[in-house]
């Protein structure tokens, strides 16, 4: 349940904090650097600010669990994934999911408790992330299913991911593209909009996390120009072999004369 954070110019940690007594799952604010959110069993999200970081240090924002259910029996806190709105601010906007499907958005401007809850599918949520757009967030869960939920539809879903045999294990979108990988041992690219699978690759070992370049439409543009040339020079330049109802008696009668005899 610790915090480390490490300062690379000093080459020395400068920050222990104790963030629970546990830790399952931890997502870092690319759009505002200075925000990080924790969270696992029986350990609410969390959301530190990093600039403040110290032994005492306490969260900028940390979630309240949802209310009693029906039989007003309390619902477990099990976090599994986090991921931060590129649009949230400085008031940080969080999605998270959990291992009794749970997906849940919070808006540290509003209220504690989540302002959106659903569940989603009958298996623990083990991996999302939000689009680069912000209008979308695409979950997958421990029995392989990925999809795409609206978060201006109340996550809605709206499309899934097809290919995945197993526990998807990371998620991480970029652009128009969405990389994830899982116990299968397989990365897939898979298009956001149209869900088109991509890539599929065999790793030959269990993918534990996905990291994509921010020029990752750029490179795959390039490749499929580079590789439809390619295809077209080698098309023009090989010449397909003939048949055999397309030889001439002789060559037959020459094929027969060059093999070996064959002695019992």
């Given at each position: 349940g610790r915090l480390l954070v490490d300062n690379?110019?000093?080459?020395?940690?400068?920050?222990?904090?104790?963030?629970?007594?546990?830790?399952?799952?931890l997502c870092h604010n690319a759009a505002h650097p200075n925000y990080i959110a924790v969270g696992g069993q029986e350990n609410e999200l969390k959301v530190y600010g990093i600039d403040r970081l110290s032994s005492r240090s306490k969260p900028v924002f940390q979630a309240k669990?949802?209310?009693?259910?029906?039989?007003?029996?309390?619902?477990?806190?099990?976090?599994t994934a986090i991921a931060f709105l590129p649009n949230s601010g400085t008031s940080p906007t969080v999605v998270a999911g959990s291992a009794h499907s749970h997906i849940r958005l919070y808006d540290a401007r509003i209220q504690r408790r989540p302002v959106v809850s659903i569940t989603h599918g009958e298996a623990a949520i083990t991996?999302?992330?939000v689009v680069s757009t912000g209008e979308a967030v695409v979950v997958g869960n421990a029995h392989g299913m990925m999809s795409k939920l609206d978060l201006r539809k109340s996550f809605a879903c709206v499309g899934g991911y097809k290919g995945?045999?197993?526990?998807?294990?990371?998620?991480?979108?970029?652009?128009?593209?969405v990389a994830s990988g899982g116990l299968d041992r397989y990365f897939r690219l898979h298009h956001i909009g149209n869900q088109k699978l991509v890539k599929n690759l065999y790793v030959k070992q269990q993918v534990s996390c996905v990291l994509l370049s921010s020029q990752l439409a750029e490179t795959l543009?390039?490749?499929?120009?580079?590789?439809?040339?390619?295809?077209?020079?080698?098309?023009?330049?090989?010449v397909a072999p003939a048949s055999a109802g397309e030889l001439e008696d002789h060559e037959i009668d020459a094929i027969w004369q060059d093999m070996d005899v064959v002695l019992e």
């Amino acid at each position: 349940g610790r915090l480390l954070v490490d300062n690379k110019k000093e080459g020395k940690i400068f920050a222990d904090v104790q963030v629970g007594n546990h830790v399952a799952c931890l997502c870092h604010n690319a759009a505002h650097p200075n925000y990080i959110a924790v969270g696992g069993q029986e350990n609410e999200l969390k959301v530190y600010g990093i600039d403040r970081l110290s032994s005492r240090s306490k969260p900028v924002f940390q979630a309240k669990n949802v209310r009693n259910d029906f039989v007003d029996l309390r619902v477990p806190v099990s976090v599994t994934a986090i991921a931060f709105l590129p649009n949230s601010g400085t008031s940080p906007t969080v999605v998270a999911g959990s291992a009794h499907s749970h997906i849940r958005l919070y808006d540290a401007r509003i209220q504690r408790r989540p302002v959106v809850s659903i569940t989603h599918g009958e298996a623990a949520i083990t991996a999302l992330d939000v689009v680069s757009t912000g209008e979308a967030v695409v979950v997958g869960n421990a029995h392989g299913m990925m999809s795409k939920l609206d978060l201006r539809k109340s996550f809605a879903c709206v499309g899934g991911y097809k290919g995945a045999a197993g526990s998807m294990t990371d998620i991480k979108c970029s652009g128009a593209y969405v990389a994830s990988g899982g116990l299968d041992r397989y990365f897939r690219l898979h298009h956001i909009g149209n869900q088109k699978l991509v890539k599929n690759l065999y790793v030959k070992q269990q993918v534990s996390c996905v990291l994509l370049s921010s020029q990752l439409a750029e490179t795959l543009s390039s490749k499929s120009q580079v590789t439809g040339a390619v295809v077209t020079s080698t098309a023009k330049q090989s010449v397909a072999p003939a048949s055999a109802g397309e030889l001439e008696d002789h060559e037959i009668d020459a094929i027969w004369q060059d093999m070996d005899v064959v002695l019992e």
